[in-house]
């Protein structure tokens, strides 16, 4: 049977995690288990590969409806927080979880404000009272530790320009300049989710590492989670994209001083130390405004949103018209201060 | 509806702003206008005539002084210069008094040559330089026979560098209202680009955020110093095809000027 679900020890309804308390949490009695002292249920157990892929709601008994990416739901006719364990297990064993520290209402309450500042979106989306959809999701991420070779051969120029009698001079001094560079990164999240956006998840970040806890299922228990759609070899490409611009403006900053660089040789060495497969907290927010669907996203440790809002043409405009108008005026008042009419 | 109508009176104000500067007010006052067009070599018709003076009127009056056009046959061979000054001692022109300020294009029919002369506040806000520009300006339409877009040309140019301080270089980009216009817009756009760009949320970590600073660093570095190359380029001199300057007319009359052929 490989689905987990945790009953009150005092009143047998089912318990999720509460992120104010960080506890596992009985709505029905308010008993609350500390989840660092629960045995979790996922280490006694042993899966045969060829299990029927059928998963049963332990409460009610009604087969479980779900994606098969999804690791952790509720049950659609009981609701009781469910925990599908082998998809949980093995290789898809997490190591670690940041726990969802933003409850439900307090993401509503900042999703609100942050409607409220979107400087250039229509009045009536800024109500933010079409909000259709509020899910918790753990989205599987992996941290990956790189060490990286670096070695760089370019050719720089100090150009000075000076005047002697009718001549104007440009003088160029050429270098050659070589620079090696160990750089070494830690965990460098890549979402590892197929469902999910890669540019909404990379503007999610940081994702506070200080949260970063050993993984046990109880942390899943009313929330949604999600597996990974790819493992840490399919997504190394990604990740040696993403350090690559760290990279390359660390050897920027390492040759100053410089007219110009041109690099004639880069040769970086990518090594991945590990990775680790994590689970961060997501809100997802789905947003219904003149009948066209929006996606939000919000980091669900430190309540940053992500998402494109529809945007107002007409404050577009206003915007637009008092930005223009200052500016012109800001001209006129340069050129009038250095001896031209104002009109 | 009220940010709309808000907003359309900021850019209707602006329209209008912009309008202004670029035409000055027509308000013709044909009764009022004083002579300050002497075509004695007849190179206006009549019409043109009215029209130019008119508009001379109206432009010197918004800088005080007299914008005067003098063409001549010059029987005599007499020198351009020397024209233009006995013409203001014996004229006596001035906006604000005889002998007083006022700028004079004297056209040149026997050696077709122009002079262009500032007096007064005229001298004051049209040096040599400037003058120089203004002729330059009108050199080609003179050459070929356009007088009425020649005069129009100075008589605007006149009004229009009079309006900036001495000692400016009044064809500065800054000054130039089209640049102004430009350069609003284009903050405008780069400004509201930006806010959209960042309503969706942006990036805030950088390689900072994930080097592990205890092991990385530079293990060898090497800057060598291989040649230095130089080049030279000759400075251009202002050169300005005109010559001459100004001068003091027999009356004692001190002025500014620019002389050339066309
Ligand atoms: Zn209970
Ligand atoms: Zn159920």
Known sequence: MPVIEYKCQSCGSGMVFDSETETLSCPSCGRKDNIEQIPDPLKQQVFSEDEAREYHCTSCGAVIMTDPETSATTCSFCGSAVILSDRLTGSLAPAMVIPFSVSKEEAMKAFKKWC??????????????????????????????????????????????????????????????????????????????????????????????????????????????????????????????????????????????????SYTDKQIDTTPKQAKYCLFPVWMINYDFHKSDYTFAMNGQTGKVVGKPPISKAKVAAWFAGVFGVSLLSLKLISWMMGGGFL | ??????????????????????????????????????????????????????????????????????????????????????????????????????????????????????????????????????????????????????????????????????GVNPDNIMFNIWFQLGGAAVIGVIVVGIMAYRSGGRVTVNGWTYEDTSTSGILDHQDRYIRTTTTRRKIEKNTSS?????????????HSGSRGSF
């Open chain 1, 116 to 261: 409220r500042n979107g400087l250039l979106t229509p009045s009536g989306f800024m109500t933010a009272d079409r909000i259709k959809g509020m899910t918790g999701i753990y989205v599987p991420f992996w941290l990956y530790d790189l060490n990286n070779q670096v070695e760089v051969h370019a050719h720089a120029t100090k150009v000075r320009i000076y005047t002697s009698g009718d001549y104007e001079y440009t003088e160029t001094q050429h270098f050659d300049v070589y620079r090696k560079i160990r750089l070494n990164y830690v965990k460098v999240p890549i979402d590892a989710s197929e469902k999910m956006n890669d540019a909404l998840m990379d503007k999610l970040e940081p994702f506070p590492y200080e949260h970063l806890k050993e993984f046990k299922t109880p942390y899943l228990a009313g929330y949604i989670a999600e597996k990974y759609s790819f493992d840490d070899k399919a997504l190394f490409p990604r990740v040696k994209d993403k350090i690559r611009e760290y990279i390359d403006s660390y050897i920027a900053s390492t040759v100053s001083g410089y007219t110009s660089v």
């Open chain 2, 1 to 166: 509806m009220k940010k709309h109508r808000s907003t359309m009176a900021v850019l209707a104000l602006l329209v209008m702003f912009a309008v202004n500067l670029v035409l000055p007010a027509q308000v013709v006052n044909a009764a009022d206008d004083k002579q300050l067009i002497f075509d004695n070599a007849h190179l206006l018709s009549q019409e043109e005539y009215r029209e130019l003076n008119a508009m001379a009127n109206e432009y010197g009056a918004k800088r005080e002084t007299d914008i005067m056009i003098l063409t001549s046959t010059n029987p005599e061979g007499a020198d351009v210069q020397k024209m233009t000054e006995n013409f203001y001692d014996e004229q006596a022109p001035g906006y604000d008094k005889p002998h007083g300020n006022a700028v004079i294009l004297t056209l040149d029919m026997y050696h077709r040559e122009t002079y262009l002369a500032g007096f007064y506040k005229g001298e004051q806000y049209l040096d040599d330089g400037r003058l120089n520009k203004i002729r330059n300006k009108i050199t080609p339409d003179l050459s070929n026979g356009d007088y009425k877009l020649a005069f129009e040309q100075y008589i605007k140019t006149t009004y229009k560098y009079m309006g900036f301080k001495p």
């Open chain 2, 242 to 254: 005109g010559s001459g300057g100004g001068g003091t007319t027999s009356g004692g009359h001190s």
